[in-house]
T-cell receptor, first 115, second 114 residues
Framework: NAGVTQTPKFQVLKTGQSMTLQCAQDMNHNSMYWYRQDPGMGLRLIYYSASEGTTDKGEVPNGYNVSRLNKREFSLRLESAAPSQTSVYFC??????????????FGDGTRLSIL | RKEVEQDPGPFNVPEGATVAFNCTYSNSASQSFFWYRQDCRKEPKLLMSVYSSGNEDGRFTAQLNRASQYISLLIRDSKLSDSATYLCVVNYILIKAAGNKLTFGGGTRVLVKP
């Protein structure tokens, strides 16, 4: 019953370092999403992929890139990490397509600190 | 103005009592609505969808008022385990893409006390 799996769960980076957050889902969902959540704020959409082969910017895309590697996997890359990117990152997936009124299912998050 | 607004609380609720709170949304084109629950430092988990006619799931009742653009959540017979942050989520179907976009409220914190 894996659902949405994110790796790593925790990471500490130095300013300027790069890293990739991995996300995989086993629910055969078409759409995948990356969010960040900061203290006192709601979840904010960084990027999403409505279907395999497509990606689009969300509300806060600056400083990030994404890759929809295949239907299962959607990665988020920080090319040059900045302290402002310290956050909890959640990956989510949903049916998409003809079932776009369905809810999203979330991974258990990656806690990222940038010093 | 935020697209989805919630009272952040906290709502301090005696065990066994009823608590209710609302969420307002600004985009009248919103297609579907959900309540998610989020425990401290955990991922959001779907609590229930919200249907136009209102719906109930055990001790939880959700209502939608499209005319006034708000949804509500009522919890009856509150349990200690109901302590969490409740996120109001509004779903927009994307015309251009094949996906959908969820917009989250900031959450309402509920603390159930013995």
């Amino acid at each position: 019953n894996a659902g949405v799996t994110q790796t790593p769960k925790f990471q500490v980076l130095k300013t300027g370092q790069s890293m990739t957050l991995q996300c995989a889902q086993d629910m055969n969902h078409n759409s995948m999403y990356w969010y960040r959540q900061d203290p006192g704020m709601g979840l904010r959409l960084i990027y999403y992929s409505a279907s395999e082969g497509t990606t689009d910017k969300g509300e806060v895309p600056n400083g990030y890139n994404v890759s929809r590697l295949n239907k299962r996997e959607f990665s988020l890359r920080l090319e040059s990490a900045a302290p402002s990117q310290t956050s909890v990152y959640f990956c989510a997936s949903s049916s998409g397509g003809a079932r776009r009124n369905q809810p999203q299912h979330f991974g258990d998050g990656t806690r990222l600190s940038i010093l | 103005r935020k697209e989805v607004e919630q009272d952040p609380g906290p709502f301090n609720v005696p065990e066994g009592a009823t608590v209710a709170f609302n969420c307002t949304y600004s985009n009248s084109a919103s297609q579907s609505f959900f309540w998610y629950r989020q425990d401290c430092r955990k991922e959001p988990k779907l609590l229930m969808s919200v249907y136009s006619s209102g719906n109930e799931d055990g001790r939880f009742t959700a209502q939608l008022n499209r005319a006034s653009q708000y949804i509500s959540l009522l919890i009856r017979d509150s349990k200690l385990s109901d302590s969490a942050t409740y996120l109001c989520v509004v779903n927009y179907i994307l015309i251009k893409a094949a996906g959908n976009k969820l917009t989250f409220g900031g959450g309402t914190r509920v603390l159930v006390k013995p």
